[in-house]
C-alpha cells in the first residue's frame, strides 16, 4: 500500500500574528533595554581637576537634567576610569526596605554560613597544595601578556570631553578593551618554576591594588591576561599547578566584584541577598559589569571571568543561577584542547558547589562531556603535543586525573548509592576506563565501593591494560574495603582474586603499593593464617636485590597497619613469618622504629 503525500494549506499571515509577541507600550519614566537613548546637545561633563590629584575621590559632577533616560554605563563617565565606577551613589533607602530580624537568629545563621564556606574552603586548599606539590617541573616557563598600559591611555587627538553620543560613550568604553585584546604582547622566556609563581603571584597583587585605586577596567584586564595563560599547554607537567594558580586570580576578582555590588545593598550579607531588596544602584552595577563580561571576544577568558562572577547573578536572577552553569558547560564543548576542556570543567564544578551547593544538574554533564571528549586524544594535533614533550598517553592521562578527580569528588558528594552504578557503567564504554575507574574508587564512599567490591575487582582484572594501571585501580579498591564493610560471603573470594594478580608482579615497589592496603583488609577481617601468609609473600618480593632497603619507611607503615588491625599480642607471635618480616630492618635505626612500634602495640 503505498502512502500519497498531500501539503498542508498554510496561511503565513496567520502563523506570523500568532508568534508575535504581545507589544506593551513603554511610558516615558519606564525603563526598556531597547528604549532609544537620547542626550540633548550641549549636555558635556566636564572633568574637575581634583581628580588628577586625588584619583580616589568620585567625581560628583551631574548630568544635564533635561536627560530622558540614564544609561547605567554612562554615569559618572567624569571618573578617571569610565568603567570603573559606572554608579557611586545608591538612592535612600525607603522604610519599606527596613526589616526587623532576630539579631541572635541573624548572627546563628550567619555562623553556619561562615563555618560551610570555611569548610569548601579547606577542601580545596587541600586539594590546591597536592597539586602544587605533586606536579613540578625542572623545564623553563613562559609567559605570554598584552601591555596593561595601552587600554587605560588616551589615545592622541582623543578630546577629554567625551561626544556628546551616549551610544560614542559606550563604543569608547568597550573600545579599551578591544585596545586590551588587539594590543601588542611581550613575552617572559625562560621562567623558572618558582620565577612563574611568583609573577601569577604579582598579577594578583596588581589586580587588588588596581580595584582598590579604582581601576576597575585594569583589574579586569589582568583576570583576561590570566585565563588566557591556560591556553598554553607547551609544558603539560606542570600545567594542573598553573590551573590552581590562575584559579585563584579568577576567584578572588570575582570576590572583588561580588563584594563591591554588596556594598550598595547594606546591611545585608552573603548568603543573605534578597533580591527583592537589591537596590537600583546595585543591579545597575550588577548588569554593567556582566555586559563588560559579554563583551570579551575569546572564548576562554571569557567563560572562565564569567563562572568566576557567577554569584552576581544573586542580585538580579537568582532563580536563573541553574540555567547560567548549563550555559557554560555547554560553552566548554567549544574549547578543543581536552586538558584545557577537563580543568575548565573541573573550575565550573568548584564555583557551582561553592555557591550553589543544592544545584547538581550541571555535574553529570561536565563529566559526561568530558567521556564524550575522549576520543580527542587520539587527534594527531594531541598526539603531535605529546611526541614533542616526549611523554606516553598514560603520562598524558596521568594529567588529567586531578581534574577528573574533583569533577568526581564534587558528583559524589551526598550522591545515591545508584550513581556510583550509573557512573561507573558509563566508563566501561570508554578507552583508558581504569584511569576513569581509579577515580571513581578514590571519589565516591567507601561504603558503596565495599558492597559492590568483588565485581569490581573482577571487571578491573578482566581488563587487557598494563598491570601497573590495574594496580594503581586494586590499591584504591582495597582502601575502600577497609574503610567500608564488604560483604561477608565476598571477603574472601575478593582477597584470593586481588592477590592471583599481585604475586604476579615482579616490581617491589609497585607490589608494595597495592598490597599495603589489602595487608590492611587481611587483618581486620580474617585471623592469623590469612595474615601469615600475605607477610610472607611480602618477605619473598623484597628479598631479591635486597628490595626492603630502599622501602623501609613503606614497611615500617604496613607493619604499624597490620598491628593496629590484630585483636590481641598472641596472635602476633603465633604468626612466623612476623619475626623474618622484622628482621629486613637490619639498618640499626629502623630496626629500633619497628621494634619501638611492636613494643608500644604489646603495651597496649
Not at 586548599?125 to 598584552?146: A, P, R
Not at 570579551?296 to 537568582?318: D, G, K, Q, S
Not at 555557591?355 to 567521556?371: A, E, I, V, W
Request: overall charge positive.
Amino acid at each position: 500500500m503505498s502512502l500519497v503525500w498531500k501539503p498542508k494549506t498554510v496561511c503565513y499571515e496567520l502563523e506570523i500574528e500568532k508568534r508575535k509577541a504581545a507589544r506593551k507600550d513603554v511610558k516615558k519614566d519606564d525603563y526598556h533595554p531597547l528604549k532609544l537613548i537620547t542626550v540633548k546637545e550641549g549636555s558635556v561633563i566636564k572633568i574637575s581637576n581634583t581628580t588628577k590629584k586625588n584619583p580616589l575621590k568620585t567625581n560628583t559632577s551631574k548630568v544635564n537634567s533635561n536627560v530622558d533616560f540614564v544609561d547605567p554605563l554612562s554615569a559618572f563617565t567624569a571618573t578617571s576610569n569610565p568603567l570603573s565606577d559606572p554608579l557611586s551613589v545608591p538612592p535612600p533607602k525607603s522604610k519599606e526596605e527596613k526589616v526587623t530580624r532576630n539579631p541572635l537568629e541573624k548572627e546563628v545563621e550567619t555562623t553556619n554560613n561562615e563555618a560551610e564556606d570555611e569548610k569548601k574552603s579547606n577542601d580545596w586548599t587541600v586539594y590546591k597544595m597536592k597539586i602544587l606539590n605533586k606536579f613540578t617541573t625542572d623545564e623553563k616557563l613562559s609567559i605570554s601578556m598584552t601591555s596593561l598600559a595601552k587600554g587605560d591611555s588616551i589615545k592622541e587627538g582623543q578630546n577629554r570631553n567625551y561626544a556628546t553620543s551616549v551610544s560614542d560613550k559606550m563604543k569608547t568604553r568597550l573600545g579599551q578593551l578591544d585596545d586590551f585584546e588587539e594590543g601588542g604582547f611581550h613575552e617572559m622566556q625562560n621562567l623558572t618554576q618558582q620565577e612563574f609563581i611568583n609573577r601569577i603571584q604579582e598579577l594578583k597583587q596588581m589586580l587588588k591594588e588596581a580595584w582598590d585605586s579604582s581601576q576597575k577596567v585594569k583589574a579586569l584586564k589582568i583576570s583576561i591576561q590570566c585565563a588566557k595563560l591556560l591556553n598554553d599547554t607547551s609544558v603539560m607537567q606542570f600545567y594542573p599547578s598553573k590551573f590552581v594558580l590562575i584559579a585563584d586570580v579568577l576567584d578572588s576578582f570575582g570576590s572583588l566584584v561580588f563584594q563591591r555590588i554588596l556594598t550598595k545593598c547594606e546591611p545585608m550579607k552573603p548568603g543573605q541577598v534578597d533580591p527583592k531588596k537589591v537596590t537600583l544602584s546595585a543591579r545597575e552595577i550588577c548588569i554593567n559589569w556582566l555586559l563588560k563580561i559579554a563583551s570579551i571576544r575569546e572564548l576562554l577568558p571569557r567563560l572562565c571571568i564569567e563562572a568566576a562572577t557567577i554569584r552576581c547573578n544573586e542580585f538580579i536572577r537568582p532563580g536563573d543561577w541553574n540555567c547560567v552553569l548549563l550555559r557554560l558547560t555547554n560553552m566548554a564543548r567549544g574549547i578543543g584542547n581536552p586538558l584545557v576542556a577537563v580543568f575548565i570543567r573541573a573550575y565550573l564544578c568548584r564555583v557551582g558547589m561553592l555557591h550553589m551547593p543544592s544545584f547538581r544538574g550541571h555535574l553529570k554533564y561536565n563529566f559526561y562531556d568530558y567521556l564524550s571528549s575522549f576520543q580527542q586524544i587520539r587527534r594527531d594535533s594531541v598526539h603531535n603535543m605529546m611526541a614533542a614533550q616526549k611523554i606516553s598517553l598514560d603520562t598524558y592521562l596521568s594529567y588529567h586525573k586531578p581534574a577528573v578527580d574533583w569533577i568526581l569528588s564534587c558528583l559524589a558528594k551526598d550522591a545515591h548509592e545508584e550513581t556510583l552504578t550509573e557512573v561507573i557503567e558509563k566508563c566501561k564504554r570508554c578507552e583508558n576506563s581504569l584511569l576513569l575507574i581509579n577515580c571513581c574508587l578514590t571519589s565516591f564512599r567507601s561504603e558503596y565501593v565495599a558492597t559492590r567490591a568483588l565485581s569490581i575487582c573482577r571487571q578491573i582484572c578482566s581488563y587487557e591494560e598494563t598491570v601497573l594501571h590495574k594496580l594503581m585501580a586494586l590499591e584504591a579498591l582495597g582502601k575502600s574495603t577497609v574503610n567500608g564493610e564488604p560483604p561477608e560471603a565476598d571477603r574472601l573470594p575478593l582477597l584470593n582474586e586481588v592477590w592471583k594478580l599481585l604475586v604476579k608482579v615482579k616490581n617491589p615497589e609497585h607490589f608494595l603499593s597495592c598490597a599495603s592496603p589489602w595487608m590492611e583488609y587481611a587483618a581486620k577481617y580474617f585471623s592469623k593464617r590469612e595474615v601469615n601468609t600475605v607477610l610472607g609473600e611480602v618477605i619473598k618480593h623484597m628479598t631479591p636485590d635486597r628490595a626492603f632497603e630502599r622501602l623501609y619507611p613503606e614497611l615500617h607503615s604496613v607493619m604499624g597497619k597490620v598491628l593496629d588491625r590484630m585483636p590481641s599480642v598472641a596472635q602476633v607471635f603465633y604468626m612466623d613469618k612476623f619475626l623474618p618480616y622484622i628482621d629486613m630492618f637490619q639498618h640499626e635505626e629502623r630496626k629500633a622504629e619497628i621494634c619501638l612500634q611492636v613494643g608500644q602495640f604489646f603495651v597496649k
